[in-house]
């Protein structure tokens, strides 16, 4: 499908991953619906929306799955890894630990998900300037190291969700075509 009789070029597969709380699913309802949900959540399972935008005049259907609370349990499996071509790994700017933790989350991708997969690292809830303990640069440099896109965001105003989605499909739409 797609919007109306649009010709889908490309489905795009793009999972969402980080610590608990750190906002991977009001990331993923600001770029699907453009909605921030106060009273969000979550049933246990993984789930996925979709978003059809247009890059380099394909129409790519990006399907965006969330861990829906399974990364609580350390029971994000490889399934939900299988065929991913882009990661959004997020952590939150004002909990350290959700950052310590972004090297083993990029472990986990790197042992589960295809060699060829694009990581954007994401430090969320940048609206939240007064308590921020994550500084840009250590971000910068960890993502600098490890090959990674990144950006700060935040899903509560909006700011750079959009701008992250869309470079990450372009740097998939590079590595497919
Ligand atoms: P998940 O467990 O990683 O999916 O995290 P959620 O999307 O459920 O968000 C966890 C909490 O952080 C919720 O209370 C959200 O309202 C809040 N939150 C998410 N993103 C932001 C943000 O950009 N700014 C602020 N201030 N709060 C956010």
Same mark, same amino acid.
């Given at each position: 499908?797609?919007?109306? %009789?649009?010709?889908? $070029?490309?489905?795009?597969?793009?999972?969402?991953?980080? $610590? !608990?709380?750190?906002?991977?699913?009001?990331?993923?309802?600001?770029?699907?619906?453009?909605?921030?949900?106060?009273?969000?959540?979550?049933?246990?399972?993984?789930?996925?929306?979709?978003?059809?935008?247009?890059?380099?005049?394909? *129409?790519?259907?990006?399907?965006?799955?969330?861990?829906?609370?399974?990364?609580?349990?350390?029971?994000?499996?490889?399934?939900?890894?299988?065929?991913?071509?882009?990661?959004? =790994? *997020?952590?939150?700017?004002?909990?350290?630990?959700?950052?310590? %933790?972004?090297?083993?989350?990029?472990?986990?991708?790197?042992? %589960?998900?295809?060699?060829?997969? *694009?990581?954007? =690292?994401?430090?969320?809830?940048?609206?939240?300037?007064?308590?921020?303990?994550?500084?840009?640069?250590?971000?910068?440099?960890?993502?600098?190291?490890?090959?990674?896109?990144?950006?700060?965001? !935040?899903?509560?105003?909006?700011?750079?969700?959009?701008?992250?989605?869309?470079? =990450? =499909?372009?740097?998939?739409?590079?590595?497919?075509?």
């Amino acid at each position: 499908q797609g919007r109306g %009789h649009e010709k889908i $070029d490309y489905v795009f597969k793009v999972v969402v991953i980080g $610590d !608990s709380a750190v906002g991977k699913t009001q990331i993923l309802s600001r770029f699907a619906k453009n909605e921030f949900c106060f009273d969000s959540k979550s049933t246990i399972g993984v789930e996925f929306q979709t978003r059809t935008v247009t890059i380099n005049s394909k *129409v790519i259907k990006a399907q965006i799955w969330d861990t829906a609370g399974q990364e609580r349990y350390r029971a994000v499996t490889s399934a939900y890894y299988r065929g991913a071509l882009g990661a959004m =790994l *997020v952590y939150d700017i004002t909990k350290r630990q959700t950052f310590d %933790h972004v090297a083993r989350w990029v472990e986990e991708l790197r042992a %589960h998900a295809d060699n060829t997969i *694009v990581i954007t =690292l994401i430090g969320n809830k940048a609206d939240l300037v007064d308590l921020r303990v994550v500084p840009t640069e250590d971000a910068v440099e960890f993502a600098e190291d490890q090959g990674l896109f990144f950006f700060e965001t !935040s899903a509560l105003r909006g700011d750079n969700v959009e701008a992250a989605f869309f470079n =990450l =499909l372009e740097e998939i739409y590079n590595v497919v075509s």
